[in-house]
């Protein structure tokens, strides 16, 4: 994560010269949904920062020999559902996307969890760099992972990025990443939160994320059915946390909001928090799902650069059927008297994007073309029960 200079003096212009309709984005009466009230949109687009070669090397380069050569690395050539694998943080993933890959997308895949497992389970130090903006001539100072190579395994760096948004959201048990990563010519660099970027206290607030997780996770498993057990971590999540609707100002309530830190070991988060935690609740007692994003453009900003919203939620799979569930426009925050209402729990593609949602807020990015499941099917959910 870098130190946001440039980016605290935008935001404090924008905030002082635009009206609340230029800052956060609304949709239209026609496109809004058809139930609730104004709905929350809080994805933050994943921060791309170029970095040269020479800092490439600076920072360190993993390539497919050298963890293969360590023995740290076998490319993953079995289907898995989510199970344990290599630590017992796997449980908390998801490998329904990466089942579906091209065989080089799978191998970034594996890179990236290679590498990620190493900084979640050792204490060893992010990286360091500080970047310089050409245009503005700003420094910005960044914490990230070593790279990953991508061109060598005949990718191009946008689809480097489209893998690693993907992994980030069925891997949420990664929780120190932050919303970026630095790019070379060769290379993806995953930022990492600059509270985590030491290794020892990074070891500590690993030590805490799985203290709450299992706390969570010993009253999902006491549900009798997959569907009571989803429905126990959907209110577990919703009555934990509050919406942070300062997620976009220079002040929010947690800085952490994209990550399931944010749920876990805070009391504010937004749709990327409220779709990696459970997420990781479900995937831990054996219901596989995933968390999928969406991302629109809004508009112009005064330099001319498109603006742009974005939204995440879950897809669950109970008893054999895939469903939508976004907790995130489930979590009333007391409004109305209700923590939590079911209207948005196991929805299919069609309701929810047809019917209760004309909005491009549930409308999944291109990336996910047939990687994804299809979800068909509707629970009945109601505003107050499943």
């Not at 963890?67 to 993953?76: C, K, V």
């Not at 219901?287 to 603006?307: H, N, Q, Y």
Request: charged share 25%; hydrophobic share 35%.
């Amino acid at each position: 994560m870098k130190t946001r200079f440039l980016s605290v003096l935008l935001i404090a212009v924008m905030l002082l010269t635009a009206s609340p309709a230029e800052v956060f984005a609304t949709v239209s009466s026609d496109d809004a949904p058809r139930q609730g009230e104004t709905q929350k949109y809080s994805l933050q687009e994943m921060e791309v920062v170029e970095i040269s070669d020479e800092a490439a090397e600076e920072i360190g380069i993993i390539g497919t020999e050298d963890l293969a050569a360590d023995g740290q690395l076998q490319f993953e050539s079995n289907v898995y559902g989510s199970q344990v694998y290599n630590t017992s943080w796997d449980a908390y993933s998801s490998n329904y996307i990466y089942n579906r890959l091209e065989a080089k997308e799978r191998k970034l895949w594996d890179l990236l969890d290679a590498e990620c497992r190493r900084y979640l389970t050792s204490t060893v130090n992010a990286k360091k760099q500080r970047v310089t903006d050409r245009t503005t001539g700003f420094t910005d100072t960044y914490y990230a992972t070593e790279g990953i190579e991508f061109l060598t395994l005949g990718l191009t760096p946008d689809k480097a990025g489209n893998i690693y948004l993907m992994f980030g959201y069925a891997n949420p048990q990664y929780y120190f990443l932050d919303s970026g990563y630095l790019r070379s010519a060769n290379a993806i660099f995953p930022m990492v939160y600059d509270k985590f970027a030491n290794g020892m206290e990074r070891k500590a607030e690993t030590t805490k994320m799985k203290t709450e997780i299992n706390k969570m996770r010993e009253k999902v498993e006491k549900g009798e059915t997959e569907l009571e057990k989803a429905k126990i971590a959907h209110d577990l999540v919703v009555r934990k946390v509050y919406y942070d609707h300062a997620y976009n100002t220079i002040n929010p309530n947690t800085p952490y909001h994209q990550s399931a830190y944010s749920v876990f070991c805070d009391s504010y988060t937004v749709c990327a928090g409220y779709t990696k935690a459970f997420a990781m609740l479900m995937n831990s007692v054996g219901i596989d799902t995933i968390g999928v994003t969406s991302l629109w453009i809004t508009g112009i900003d005064i330099s001319g650069k498109e603006k742009k919203e974005g939204h995440a939620w879950n897809t669950i799979c109970l008893d054999d059927s895939w469903y939508n569930v976004d907790l995130t426009w489930d979590d009333q925050d007391g409004q109305g008297g209700r923590e939590e209402i079911y209207t948005w729990f196991g929805l299919s593609k069609a309701t929810l994007t047809q019917e209760m949602d004309r909005s491009p807020a549930h409308r999944e990015q291109s990336m996910y073309s047939g990687l994804t499941p299809k979800c068909t099917m509707d629970l009945g959910s109601t505003l107050e029960q499943i």
